[in-house]
């Protein structure tokens, strides 16, 4: 008879420095996702010592789905994405650029960065809220992540 293991909690780190991003970010997932265990960190240095398991961080665990901010405060998102994707401990991680900017050239870096998406923050509630749905409803239930089962 095959043992059974229980599915692996969907674990998010949200990468960002605005409040209200982060307050419909939360309540999307609560309302509508999958039951993902949700961390916050405000901003690229923290967002290191959090994946890295540093500092306060020491029992952090593994994200199986990072969201990043391109623009915030001490370290920004693409210095956190450049820094992630070359640790090859942390390379694996998903990690969707969810960032008000629409820049082609920002656009064109993050992917160069090997972002594995760039969202741009919908202005409308709704519609950033459904955005977000969608992101954790796609690397929670579709892709089939390392380290998670289902």
Known sequence: MAEFSPPTPFEVLIVDDDAGDV???EEALETHGLGSTLHVVPDGVVAMQFLRREGEHKDAPRPHLVLLDLNMP???GREVLEELKEDDELASIPVV???TSA???DILRSYDLHANAYVTK???FAEFEGVVVQIESFYGNTAQLPGRRR
Do not use: Q
Request: aromatic share 0%; no cysteine; charged share 35%.
């Open 23 to 25: 307050m419909i970010i």
């Open 103 to 105: 820049a082609d050239e």
């Open 97 to 99: 650029v969810l960032t």
């Open 122 to 124: 919908p202005v409308d």
């Open 74 to 76: 001490r370290k920004g």
